[in-house]
């Protein structure tokens, strides 16, 4: 395929996966997605959590409108993956490529 370094689904899941674990991120889940979203990339990995230090119980963490630094953590690491996929896969365009990254923080031990 011209849009993607990777022949097809399987090999570009393998490659993903590798490249995010290398990458030091907990990766939960590699995938395409079905019908008519067939091309996509769906990747879900994990990141330690940081609190919403300075709104520390539910209605101040609504409060904060992704300005603290458990927000800006999780920011940063979505950033992240979406280079690691975009160096592996060579995705790019729209919609970062017909990626979609969900970013699963980890709870506190």
Same mark, same amino acid.
Request: hydrophobic share 35%; charged share 25%.
């Given at each position: 395929?011209?849009?993607?370094?990777?022949?097809?689904h399987?090999?570009?899941?393998?490659?993903v996966?590798r490249?995010? /674990?290398?990458?030091?991120?907990?990766?939960?889940r &590699?995938?395409? @997605?079905?019908?008519?979203?067939?091309?996509? !990339?769906?990747?879900?990995?994990?990141?330690?959590?940081?609190?919403?230090?300075? +709104?520390?119980?539910?209605?101040?963490?609504?409060? *904060? =409108?992704?300005? *603290?630094? @458990?927000? /800006?953590?999780?920011?940063? =690491?979505?950033?992240? &993956? +979406?280079? &690691?996929?975009? /160096?592996?896969? @060579?995705?790019?365009g729209? +919609?970062? @490529?017909?990626?979609?990254v969900? &970013?699963? /923080? !980890? =709870?506190? =031990?």
């Open positions: 395929m011209s849009w993607r370094n990777h022949a097809d399987k090999s570009e899941t393998k490659a996966k490249a995010l /674990e290398e990458a030091q991120f907990s990766t939960v &590699v995938g395409h @997605g079905t019908g008519t979203a067939w091309a996509w !990339l769906e990747v879900t990995v994990r990141i330690p959590s940081t609190p919403h230090a300075q +709104y520390p119980d539910q209605f101040q963490r609504m409060v *904060c =409108a992704g300005n *603290c630094e @458990g927000c /800006e953590a999780r920011r940063q =690491a979505t950033s992240r &993956v +979406y280079a &690691v996929i975009r /160096e592996v896969t @060579g995705r790019h729209d +919609y970062n @490529g017909d990626t979609n969900s &970013v699963e /923080e !980890l =709870a506190h =031990a």
